[in-house]
């Protein structure tokens, strides 16, 4: 493949693309909820997949938590590191895929509506220097599905987006993907995506290699 068919850098998406984490915030969100006498189903945790957690926080006090957002961000988070320090949930394909871009030069970032600290976590357990950029969901101003994280991940590495790939799994992380005008492929897992000519949607990166990511480049360069 020629370079100007690879792509300027690959842009990650993390729980539910990267990890299976979704599993570990419903967890840490019904414990919360329960603590204040509320009531949370696997539904509800569904609807925020890919939210940003200042919103996250929002829905969670409507249902009765008495915590001010970012208290209920910070508390989650700790929640989930908690069972991360268990064990880390890569999905099937996502660390080999991620370590085949890294090893190819390819730049990657960390794009993210988790907190730093947990962004910064995931990152180091990959077990070697997996991002040049993480952009966390406490550095936005405008959370997913606004573009806004995609476009700084980009202008960080000093490359055009619309020359990038970025990879998610939800709805709103899609929808942010597309917005910035990066190639964008979808590996949905808690929530379902339809076919759409906007993106790529691939069940998961387990048996994928670089040369069919970065084929998604080339084909819209090629358009």
């Known amino acids: 493949m020629t370079d100007v068919n690879r792509p300027a850098a690959v842009l990650w998406d993390m729980d539910g693309t990267l990890v299976d984490t979704e599993p570990y915030w419903l967890r840490a969100e019904t414990e919360l909820v329960h603590e204040w006498g509320g009531?949370?189903?696997m539904e509800d945790g569904l609807q925020l997949v890919g939210s940003s957690l200042t919103n996250s926080s929002r829905v969670l006090q409507s249902r009765g938590v008495g915590l001010e957002p970012d208290e209920i961000i910070q508390l989650l988070t700790s929640r989930v590191l908690?069972?991360?320090?268990?064990a880390v949930p890569w999905r099937p394909g996502s660390r080999e895929m991620l370590f085949?871009?890294?090893?190819?030069?390819?730049?990657?970032?960390?794009?993210?509506?988790?907190?730093?600290?947990?962004?910064?976590?995931?990152?180091?357990?990959?077990?070697?220097?997996?991002?040049?950029?993480?952009?966390?969901?406490?550095?936005?101003?405008?959370?997913?599905?606004d573009p806004e994280a995609y476009l700084r991940a980009a202008t960080a590495l000093?490359?055009?987006?619309?020359?990038?790939?970025?990879?998610?799994?939800?709805?709103?992380g899609?929808?942010?993907a597309?917005?910035?005008?990066?190639?964008?492929?979808?590996?949905?897992?808690?929530v379902k995506l339809p076919e759409s000519p906007a993106y790529t949607r691939w069940d998961s990166l387990d048996g994928r290699t670089l040369e069919q990511l970065f084929e998604l480049h080339a084909e819209k360069v090629a358009r």
């Open 178 to 190: 597309v917005a910035s005008g990066a190639t964008t492929l979808a590996l949905p897992l808690h």
């Open 100 to 145: 085949a871009v890294h090893d190819s030069g390819v730049p990657t970032a960390l794009v993210t509506m988790s907190i730093r600290r947990m962004a910064d976590h995931i990152a180091a357990s990959a077990g070697f220097p997996a991002f040049d950029v993480v952009v966390a969901g406490d550095e936005v101003v405008n959370g997913k599905p």
């Open 82 to 86: 908690e069972q991360l320090d268990d």
């Open 174 to 176: 899609v929808a942010a």
């Open 158 to 172: 000093g490359v055009e987006i619309a020359d990038c790939i970025a990879i998610e799994d939800s709805e709103f």
């Open 39 to 41: 009531h949370w189903s």
